[in-house]
């Protein structure tokens, strides 16, 4: 289990998002929405300590993993990003081959030799079902892939490493519509295999896929979340006003 308390981020002295408590368990997808600027991506960048590289960003709190301080459970931010793997909104894959994109991943962390490295490989592009498509060209550049292929790729680079924890920020909304719903049918079937953090402003998406949500909001320009718990009783239930107006659609 992933979890923070009270975490806060600021940049440049400015606090964006204030004390964000959540916990994602393994098996289970955590989305998390709202609107614009609330502080999804940044709450997402510090769990896997990505803002410690952007100029001027702080955070406070505590962020756990099974119980225990993240820094303690990781030895170095490299085997923290290995355990916890994060996928962008844009598709980001290396440019050099298909093949090379996932080996040097694994090489980066010191894993397989060269038989291993192939094996892992082609384990990771089934496991997103992108083998049949390209197996016959690893060694082309991966940025001649279609949009949708290079998402499927940069999550087969991400879990050829065997995370934990994947974290995705709106990992299908560059996509075209068929291209998105094969991402998302993928998330679907990798889920009972990791924790997985989504941020999404597809509420359908988030009602499809999360067993529970946190939906932030920015309340005197600060963002936080509003409310967060299982899926169905947000969408159905919330008694919290801003909540219902957001999930409804009218709102934000
Ligand atoms: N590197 C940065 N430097 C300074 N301010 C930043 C930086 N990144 C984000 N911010 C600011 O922090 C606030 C929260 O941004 P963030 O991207 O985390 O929100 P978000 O909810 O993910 O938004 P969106 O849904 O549009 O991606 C915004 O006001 C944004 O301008």
Redesign the pocket.
């Known amino acids: 289990m992933i979890s923070s308390e009270n975490l806060s981020v600021s940049?440049?002295g400015r606090t964006?998002l204030r004390n964000a408590s959540v916990a994602a368990n393994p098996g289970r997808v955590l989305a998390l929405v709202?609107p614009?600027?609330?502080?999804?991506?940044?709450f997402l960048a510090a769990l896997n300590r990505m803002t410690d590289l952007?100029p001027?960003?702080n955070v406070t709190g505590q962020i756990s993993f099974d119980g225990r301080p993240i820094d303690r459970v990781f030895s170095s931010r490299t085997e923290l990003r290995r355990q916890v793997g994060m996928i962008f909104q844009k598709p980001n894959p290396f440019a050099m081959s298909i093949r090379r994109n996932i080996e040097l991943a694994l090489r980066e962390h010191g894993l397989g030799n060269r038989d291993e490295l192939r094996q892992i490989t082609e384990r990771a592009l089934r496991d997103v079902s992108l083998w049949d498509e390209v197996q016959d060209r690893l060694d082309q550049s991966a940025l001649e892939l279609s949009g949708g292929q290079q998402q499927r790729l940069c999550i087969a680079r991400a879990i050829a490493l065997k995370p934990q924890v994947l974290l995705m920020d709106e990992p299908c909304s560059a996509l075209d519509p068929i291209a998105a719903e094969r991402v998302e049918q993928l998330i679907q079937s990798m889920r009972e295999h990791y924790t997985i953090i989504i941020?999404t402003?597809n509420l359908g998406q988030a009602r499809r896929l999360a067993d529970h949500v946190a939906v932030?909001w920015t309340r005197g320009g600060v963002?936080e979340i509003v409310e967060y718990g299982p899926t169905e009783a947000l969408f159905e239930a919330s008694s919290n006003e801003i909540v219902k107006s957001y999930l409804s659609g009218e709102r934000g």
């Open positions: 940049y440049h964006v709202g614009s600027g609330c502080g999804k991506s940044s952007i001027g960003a941020v402003h932030f963002g």
